[in-house]
Every structure is written in C-alpha cells, then in structure tokens.
C-alpha cells in the first residue's frame, strides 16, 4: 500500500521567513513518481512539481527548491524569503505512475504567512 | 482562457434528493478525475474515465455515478445512495498517455447537505 504522510497540519510564519513543508512517503513500488501541488484558496490545485523516482537531484525553482531523499522516503519543499501570496494549502502525492488515477495524496499543510 | 470550469461553486441538497456537478474543459485533454476532499484528509479519487464513452471506479465511488458522452464534459452525479455527501469536489484533466504527471484542476464545487 502506498501512503504520504504530511506531519505539519498547519504552520505559521512571517512574512520573509524560510520555511519548509515536509512530506514522507512509503512505496513499495521501485519506479514511482512524487509531486507537489498548491491549493489556494480559490480551490483549485496547482501543480509544482514531478519527481521520478530515479532522480534525486534537488530542484531549484525561483524561490521554490525540493529536497528528494530516498534514503529516509521524504520529498521536502522549502519556500525561501516567504511572501503574503504563498499562503495556501500544500499537497504531496504519490504515484505509481504519472496519471491522476494512480496518486496517492498527502492530508495537506496549511501554510499561513504573515505580513 | 483554458481550463476547467467546474459548476456549481455551492450547493445544498436536502437529504434523499440527487445532484449533478457539472464539469467542463477545454484543454482538449483525454483523461478527466473526479475527487473528493474533506477538511484534513487528501485527495480521494471518486471515478476516472481515460476516453470518451469509458469511465472507471476510483477508490470511494460508492453513491457516486458519472458520464463521459463528450470529451470535454465529465459530470458527476452524486446520489441519495452517497451516506456522507458533504465535502468539497475537485474535478481534473491530463493528458492522457503523456508522461508529465500534472493534473489540470477546476476551482471545485462545495456541497451541503441540509
């Protein structure tokens, strides 16, 4: 069975501050694909981020940057210098391959930044 | 603009009576999702359908029921069958057969039941 598990239900930071949302995942499965999506809150999710499970470099998008370790199965995502419109809510997924139909969905963090 | 519009944004239903999510796309994708999401849980797939005229059970589809007459519509139907209907319904396109994992989604549509 796969499972995410997103630890940190709600977090709170000012504004400018660093601030990382952790994902843990379990697989048994060896090709896998891992994924970041924002949902603000206007409802809809907006996909960040893919992963494959054969690629661990970190990826560095602007202020965005995710750390992938199979090593300890956590796919972390860090938000540097946060601003007012980052504040949403975070979901890690997991898939057993790439279509909608075979994720598996984190419960979420809420992140809520302060000016 | 492309995208997914989702319809209605709110809903109340009283309690024995069916209601119909209306969701549309134009990103000419192949593949369209139905999910469910409930204050602290994830995501869970109701139903799936990847080409028209052909839909699957996702994993709480249960007092659900959908369609897909027409590539760009996938309502879905959620039935005096469905024990707890309030939540919050995401509806999602992708392209299917394409290796890029990203879902495509519509601002949802909330439900009450009265």
């Known amino acids: 069975a796969q499972k995410v598990t997103q630890a940190q239900t709600e977090i709170s930071v000012v504004e400018k501050e660093d601030v990382t949302l952790d994902c843990v995942y379990e697989?048994?499965?060896?090709?896998?694909?891992l994924f970041w999506y924002k949902q603000p809150p206007s409802g809809e999710l907006v996909f960040l981020i893919r992963r494959n499970s054969f690629d661990e470099q970190n990826e560095i998008s602007g202020r965005y940057s995710w750390n992938f370790q199979k090593s300890t199965s956590s796919f972390n995502f860090t938000i540097t210098a946060s601003q007012v419109v980052d504040s949403a809510v975070y979901f890690c997924a997991l898939g057993r391959g790439s279509s909608g139909d075979k994720l598996t969905f984190g419960t979420g963090t809420r992140l809520a930044v302060r000016p | 603009d492309g995208g997914i519009t989702q319809s209605p944004k709110y809903l109340f239903r009283k309690e024995g009576q069916n209601v119909t999510l209306s969701c549309e796309q134009n990103l000419n994708h192949d593949a369209m999702y139905w999910y469910r999401q409930d204050p602290g849980q994830g995501l869970r797939l109701i139903y799936y359908?990847?080409?028209?005229?052909?839909?699957q059970k996702g994993d709480i589809a249960e007092g659900y029921s959908v369609s897909r007459e027409k590539k760009e519509s996938f309502p879905l139907t959620v039935t005096s069958a469905q024990k707890n209907p309030t939540a919050f319904y995401l509806c999602?396109?992708?392209?299917?057969?394409?290796?890029?994992?990203?879902?495509?989604f519509g601002e949802g549509s909330r439900l009450t039941v009265l």
């Open positions: 999602a396109s992708s392209i299917d057969g394409a290796d890029t994992g990203e879902l495509f």
């Open positions: 697989t048994r499965d060896t090709t896998y694909y």
């Open positions: 359908s990847q080409i028209v005229n052909d839909f």
